[in-house]
């Protein structure tokens, strides 16, 4: 019906929907009656204006008081029943405008209940799988804020192990073939040169 944006998930776009279907169901509705009312106002207001004009128009013309008093007797029975006329007029309309709001409601009630637990069901599934993720982003983040401290235990107990090894007389044949031996000709010349220097 109306263009979202994307983040708008399709559960809350067809709530909307139905909800602005049912408002303007419902303000049509509305208006209808209302205009009904001003239509039946309006023509109230029009014989009202009839009816002083051609009771004036009487009462001018009599030139005695008790055919003025007579005239204006006459003119009061049908301005009564006019008023009656108008007065269920006014009701009829209340009436149908009651009976249009209870068809648009009845009509829309179905499907903005639908989409109402549509949409219910998909937040309680959204803020699910949010929780999730966020339980499971904590579990890493301690996981990663304890594992440094496994890891300097792990090499300050593997440290320990290798000087407990080294304590015991385990010396490894390989460390002692390892260190660099002297050239012979370095080490004579050093003790001819010596010689030769004393």
């Known amino acids: 019906m109306f263009p979202y944006s994307q983040s708008v998930t399709p559960a809350v776009r067809t709530h909307m929907d139905a909800q602005v279907s049912f408002m303007n169901d419902l303000s049509k509705s509305m208006f209808k009656s209302f205009q009904q009312m001003c239509d039946l106002n309006i023509q109230l207001a029009q014989t009202m204006l009839e009816e002083t004009t051609t009771a ?3 009462l001018s013309t009599h030139t005695r008081p008790t055919e003025a008093i007579g ?5 009061a029975q049908p301005t009564a029943d006019k008023l009656r006329a108008y007065q269920q007029h006014l009701s009829r309309v209340a009436a149908d405008a009651q009976v249009e709001l209870a068809r648009v409601t ?3 009630v179905q499907e903005t209940t639908r ?7 998909e937040v309680q599934r959204v803020a699910t799988e949010e929780t999730e993720r966020g339980m499971r982003n904590q579990q890493d983040a301690m996981r990663n804020f304890a594992d440094p401290f496994k890891e300097i235990t792990q090499r300050y107990g593997d440290g320990q192990r290798n000087q407990n090894d080294g304590a015991d007389g385990n010396v490894n044949v390989n460390t002692a073939s390892k260190q660099p ?5 370095a080490t004579s010349g050093r003790t001819t040169g010596g010689a030769a220097a004393h």
């Open 115 to 121: 989409t109402a637990k549509a949409l219910a069901d």
């Open 71 to 75: 005239a204006v007797s006459a003119r």
């Open 106 to 108: 009845e009509q829309h």
């Open 181 to 185: 031996a002297t050239p012979p000709s």
């Open 56 to 58: 004036t128009q009487q």
